[in-house]
């Protein structure tokens, strides 16, 4: 029998990133000097299984690097060894190394040795050179290999009962004790008294239990490491030979206390035939009272893992899409409820089970979604490592702050967020926070803060990433956008236009000046990646005080609050978030610019007005922009005013493709299903602009050479042609 | 397969082996069309569609099939036949179109659907050349069954790259 391994490589590897970022979210929380004993066996934990599933799928290099590691944790949750920051940087360290070993194996490409060495290398330096961090001389029996000299015993005496499924998990004893038979001269005792009768013999089960004795002069963790694998499901106790049974006591616990959730060893042909063989042995009952009263030492340790499954998101969207379909069919039952004409008792009969319906299926949508729906820690988590380098790396003094770490958001929300979050917090770090000397002077603690927050907003979820830095030199960014021609010599624009500048696409460019540069440098990437996202950001700041990014992203991206509105015949749906407010148009405020445009005066700014019948080439009902309604939009940071029939309700629509079975359409970002049955088109405002632009002059210039002169039908003829 | 087995499965109706395909045919303009059954989806009556700004006439716009997005393609317009007023034997035949290693389903709209005939391979024949009157991009094969000429479509090549391509050039 073979099993095919690579099929679960795929888990170990996933196992093993996730197990990394606990190590090294655990490895920063850890207080120097006072570790916590429950942090340090997280991290030892962690390591562990990496080392356990490296071994098992033969990535040699992964798991004996993993094994210095696990060395050094071992001292140290051993009280051998005091957490030094020189510790804490060097597991850090390992831990990345460790990172980029298992993707090289995972892309099966050429691990970097002399990384790999050298910090390895360190690992070994640090575990020899005994007297860094040991705290009290404790040279105990229990002697570790590198901490403390060998013992030159005599050799160990073991008790080895395994529980029943021992070899369930994979393991087999004969193996085990041919490896101890390589450290000495082993003499094996088997106490049979668990057999049963043969006719009741279950072959899966382990019945059999051993005391061994093995002369030899390796010390006690290297038999310790002969049973790693069966730790939890059997009872161990090893003793010096020459020891009496109180010191025994010791040793049960300290073999017991590494408890890691092993990874199944591969169940290996020779564990089957070899079993029976030795069953067949007379059965002869002993010690009857032996048998039961092993209490589990412990458990594999699963009590500190969350409930949680892996499920492939492929599932989750198809029972997300399945759950909009159900929502749509709700709706579409209300409606034909509310218009039915029947007699009164059974209508309304049918009206309370359609609202019973509809609060279940709204329920159920709610819960859907929330499976996709992660703590945004996942997101948070990387950040307390790249303050502490960064900031490390600038010579400042920075502490970070986190909070809301628990606020849910999209996974697919999540992953896009990821990088715009880390130029903001990068951003606060290089240019926000003063160095330490220039912060005294201000009479600033010379500890600098950055602090990340986020929570619910009504369907949003908000993030903000604040510092108590110098905040944005307002005269500087005004001077910089009067060079690069983004300003009027003479126009003094608002300030929070000119702080709004930092995400012009024009700002971004190394030459900035220093105070300002990193602000401007890739701004305008992050602000576009949160656009797409149907999200928004905004800055405030105060000299001297300290800036703070907000960004606004809605929760998931398979939903979107829409405005319905109505040109002619058709309905289209206007995503909420860009709509800043609706009005009738007076027609005394609208002007004609160069016989091309129609501008909008809206308090103090001009708008222009984009007729949707125009640039979709529609029939509408209204074209006097006195009849229909402006709705002012805002899409890549321009106002339009645009032009339709009429508003109709505010819905949450499930957002569909229209590029699955279709292409990309301009002006559209997607399509929706309405509760009778049929598709809407969503708009998307930015390309809508964009489209009206092109579109827009070239219908307009022949028709109508002055817009005041009243635009009328013509133009909305000419486009169905 | 020998020329004696392949006129006894033709004429029992049975298709067997690759050689013979079965085709749905339907009508336009008199004309009788075919297309490969198993790309056949559906056939529906037509229905109001939500129109798709800034494309060409033919495509008539997007409809709701059962909760995917189906664009539906007038055919006669494709076709540049004369329109046709849509009535009560209008319809609309869902095929599932694989270009480039991706399945779309669209819809194409048609004047009636006609039967169903087994064709064996070697019955069909190459398109001649019509010109620029219809892209032969479009046609498969030619056939004859009783008597009457049936245009094989290949419906892969109909309804990609030109109609899927952006505003640009439709305009």
């Known amino acids: 029998m073979t099993v095919d391994m690579s099929q679960f490589y795929q888990t170990f590897f996933e196992e093993s990133f996730e197990g990394l970022d606990t190590m090294e979210s655990s490895l920063l929380n850890l207080d120097v000097g006072a570790a916590d004993e429950e942090t340090i066996n997280t991290i030892f934990r962690a390591a562990h299984s990496i080392k356990g599933g490296a071994g098992t799928f033969g990535f040699k290099a992964v798991s004996d690097f993993t094994h210095v590691m696990e060395t050094l944790l071992d001292e140290i949750r051993d009280g051998k060894r005091l957490v030094t920051q020189e510790t804490v940087d060097l597991l ?176 290996t042909n020779a564990s089957a035939p070899a079993m029976p063989q030795r069953q067949a042995e007379p059965v002869v009952a002993e010690n009857p009272t032996e048998a039961k009263a092993v209490t589990p030492k412990k458990k594999p340790a699963s009590g500190g893992e969350h409930g949680s499954i892996r499920v492939s998101i492929d599932k989750v969207d198809a029972l997300i899409n399945l759950v909009g379909e159900l929502v749509i069919t709700q709706s579409m039952l209300g409606q034909i409820g509310d218009e039915l004409d029947m007699d009164l008792d059974k209508l309304e009969k049918l009206r309370d089970g359609l609202g019973q319906l509809e609060r279940n299926t709204r329920e159920l949508q709610e819960s859907v979604m929330r499976i996709r729906m992660l703590p945004i820690s996942f997101a948070f988590q990387r950040f307390p490592r790249m303050v502490r380098d960064t900031a490390k790396k600038l010579n400042k003094e920075i502490e970070l702050k986190l909070s809301g770490e628990q606020t849910e958001l999209d996974k697919t929300v999540m992953e896009k967020i990821g990088d715009p979050l880390v ?43 604040s510092d108590d830095g110098a905040g944005l030199n307002r005269d500087k960014i005004l001077q910089k956008a009067r060079e690069k021609g983004l300003v009027g010599e003479d126009e003094v624009p608002s300030d929070e236009r000119i702080y709004d500048m930092i995400f012009d696409p024009g700002f971004s460019t190394a030459d900035t000046i220093s105070d300002v540069s990193g602000r401007g440098v890739g701004m305008d990437v992050v602000k576009r990646n949160i656009r797409e996202l149907g999200g928004s950001i905004e800055v405030s700041t105060e000299a001297g005080k300290g800036s703070t990014f907000t960004i606004r992203l809605p929760l998931t991206l398979a939903i979107l609050d829409g405005q319905l509105i109505r040109v002619g015949g058709d309905t289209f749906i206007v995503p909420l978030v860009s709509i800043i407010e609706s009005l ?9 610019l160069a016989g091309q445009a129609e501008l909008y005066k809206l308090r103090e700014d001009y708008i222009p007005i984009v007729r949707l019948y125009e640039v979709f080439g529609l029939k509408p ?57 049929t598709v809407a088109l969503i708009l998307d405002i930015s390309s809508l602009i964009q489209v009206s632009k092109r579109i827009g002059r070239k219908h307009r210039l022949p028709d109508e050479p002055t817009p005041e002169a009243g635009p009328d039908g013509d133009a909305a003829t000419e486009q169905a042609a | 397969m020998n020329t004696a087995e392949n006129i006894m499965s033709h004429e029992l109706g049975l298709s067997s082996g690759n050689e013979n395909d079965q085709f749905l045919t339907f009508i336009m303009a008199g004309e009788e069309y075919g297309v490969d059954i198993l790309r056949v989806q559906e056939i529906r009556g037509w229905d109001n569609v939500t129109p798709i700004p800034n494309t060409p006439e033919y495509i008539k716009g997007v409809i709701n099939l059962r909760g995917s997005i189906v664009p539906i393609i007038d055919l006669r317009e494709r076709f540049g036949l004369a329109r046709n007023e849509y009535g009560p034997t209008t319809v609309v035949i869902v095929v599932k179109v694989i270009d480039e290693e991706r399945e779309r389903v669209m819809g194409i709209v048609v004047d009636a659907v006609s039967d169903v005939y087994n064709v064996a391979e070697d019955d069909m024949k190459p398109p001649p050349d019509f010109g620029s009157v219809v892209s032969v991009d479009f046609v498969k094969g030619l056939t004859t069954v009783d008597e009457k000429m049936v245009i094989i479509l290949d419906i892969d090549h109909m309804m990609t790259k030109d109609d899927l391509a952006g505003i640009a050039q439709n305009q």
């Open chain 1, 621 to 677: 009902k209204a074209t006097r922009l006195e009849d229909g309604l402006l709705v002012v939009v805002e899409g890549d940071g321009q106002k339009v005013g645009l032009f339709v029939d009429d508003l109709l309700g505010q819905q949450q629509v499930v957002i569909k493709s229209l590029e699955t079975n279709f292409r990309k359409v301009d002006g559209v970002s997607g399509a929706t299903i309405l509760g009778d049955g």
């Open chain 1, 423 to 465: 130029h903001l917090v990068r951003n606060s770090i290089d240019h926000g926070v003063e160095a330490p000397e220039v912060r005294e002077q201000a009479g600033k603690p010379r500890v600098g803060t950055v602090h990340l927050n986020a929570y619910h907003q009504g369907g949003n979820i908000v993030i903000e990433i």
């Open chain 1, 92 to 267: 850090l360290q390992s831990v990345d190394c460790l990172r980029d070993m298992l993707t090289a194996v995972q892309n099966e490409d050429e691990i970097d040795q002399a990384t790999v060495a050298a910090v390895q290398g360190n690992l070994e330096k640090l575990l020899n050179d005994a007297s860094a961090g040991t705290p009290v001389e404790q040279r105990d029996d229990t002697g570790d290999e590198a901490a403390t000299p060998e013992p030159a015993g005599e050799g160990w005496r073991i008790h080895f009962a395994p529980y029943e499924d021992l070899i369930k998990t994979g393991n087999d004893p004969v193996r085990m004790f041919r490896e101890l038979a390589e450290l000495g001269e082993l003499e094996a005792r088997l106490d049979d008294s668990q057999l049963p009768a043969f006719g009741e013999m279950d072959p899966e089960v382990c019945y059999l239990r051993w005391d061994l004795v093995l002369k030899t002069d390796a010390p006690l963790s290297v038999v310790e490491e002969v049973f790693e694998w069966v730790d939890g499901v059997c009872e161990l106790r090893i003793e010096p030979l020459s020891s009496t049974g109180a010191e025994a006591a010791t040793q049960e616990a300290d073999a017991g206390s590494p408890a890691a959730p092993v990874p199944e060893a591969p169940v």
């Open chain 1, 584 to 592: 009738q148009a007076d027609p005394a405020q609208i002007n004609g």
